[in-house]
């Protein structure tokens, strides 16, 4: 009796001490498990939150900038956009030899010899950049055009008609299946847009927008539509047949761009710039215009991995809906109306129609 008694208080306390003694380390690789996964998931919230701000405020900020830019009444003469656009392509070229500097660990040789490599040494991978860097030369002069006859929210409305084009021409060169809800919103879309460019009586009154200027407007952000959507798909498809990083890919687009915008100064602006100069009428406005033009693109490329369909789709509305409000505001070039505000409202949901992409039920999850 008396062994037992001094024995069990022995096995009483021992045994629990080794079962935590096992235990513990398990125990507190899930909590410190815990906080990491929490750290994860804010973060990657964050993430989406910041990179759905940067969406909005770039697009929203080029076109009220661009557009105040092209309206806005100086003493002598106005920036010539043709020569705005070759500047941002040689800034876009400047901000990729930077990244790429960065990715090759900050050592100058490296990185002259990624550039000998990656484009002296391959002149026909080089080379196939040429068209849609024409394109998109073109795309960014029809831009200023358009927006130095339209306002800037309907501007903003019609502009979306680029996913129709871009749908169409993923599914011509890239063999792409729309689903129903795909073709569906496509359809929804261009109702939207139609009611948005249906005339107002405001419009019809008004002298100081003519039907010849908003015709004009028009007919660029339509033609910028469908050189966005095939440019776009174009530039796609080169991406998918090559290992080259997008930098690399847009210093090349960069230089093909600077080329042919040079020679659309020349042909189209070349005696108002050997009178006046190459940058005449530039002020502060107007290099805020050309720096989001030139960083737009690479801020998004950047973001845009954080950013999924529907995020996206909020980015456009939020972009819409302030272009709207700031040009009523702000800008006070438009006055919205109820069909506006109807066509603006199918636009936004085609918008989320488009990148919605169902789920089929009962299929599990892959972890």
């Not at 358009?146 to 008609?161: E, F, P």
């Not at 530039?282 to 991995?305: D, E, F, M, P």
Request: charge should be positive; aromatic fraction near 10%; hydrophobic fraction near 45%.
């Amino acid at each position: 009796m008396s062994s037992h008694s001094v024995l069990s208080p022995v096995v009483g306390t021992d045994a629990p001490d080794q079962h935590l003694e096992l235990k513990k380390p398990q125990e507190l690789k899930e909590m410190e498990r815990l906080p990491l996964a929490n750290e994860d998931k804010t973060m990657s919230a964050n993430l989406k939150y910041l990179s759905l701000g940067i969406l909005v405020f770039q697009t929203t900020s080029l076109v009220l900038t661009m557009r105040y830019s092209r309206t806005l009444k100086e003493e002598g003469p106005r920036y010539l956009s043709s020569t705005a656009v070759v500047v941002a392509e040689l800034l876009k070229i400047m901000a990729c030899i930077l990244l790429v500097y960065k990715d090759s660990k900050c050592s100058l040789r490296a990185l002259n010899r990624v550039l000998h490599d990656e484009i002296l040494n391959k002149p026909m991978e080089t080379l196939k950049l040429a068209i849609p860097s024409g394109i998109y030369t073109l795309q960014n002069n029809l831009l200023y055009v358009a927006l130095s006859n339209l306002d800037a929210a309907t501007y903003q409305v019609t502009y979306q008609l680029k996913i129709l084009t871009t749908a169409l021409f993923s599914v011509s060169m890239l063999s792409k299946k729309l689903g129903v809800y795909q073709w569906l919103s496509l359809v929804i879309l261009m109702t939207g847009v139609a009611f948005v460019q249906w005339p107002s009586d405001s419009q019809l009154d008004s002298k100081e927008l003519s039907a010849g200027s908003q015709f004009v407007g028009l007919m660029a952000v339509l033609t910028a539509c469908f050189s966005s959507g095939f440019a776009g798909v174009y530039f796609e498809k080169i991406l998918k047949e090559t290992k080259q990083s997008v930098w690399i890919r847009n210093i090349q687009l960069g230089f093909f761009g600077s080329i042919f915008g040079l020679m659309g100064v020349y042909i189209y602006d070349g005696e108002l710039v050997s009178k006046n100069g190459f940058f005449q009428g530039y002020n502060r406005l107007t290099w805020i215009v050309v720096v989001l033009q030139a960083l737009g693109g690479l801020v998004i490329a950047a973001v845009i991995k954080y950013a999924d369909n529907i995020l996206k789709g909020f980015a456009t509305s939020l972009s819409i809906i302030l272009s709207t409000l700031i040009s009523y505001f702000w800008l006070q070039d438009f006055v919205p109306t109820s069909v506006f505000f109807l066509g603006a409202i199918l636009v936004i949901t085609a918008t989320f129609l488009y990148g919605y992409d169902p789920k089929p039920a009962g299929n599990p999850t892959k972890a």
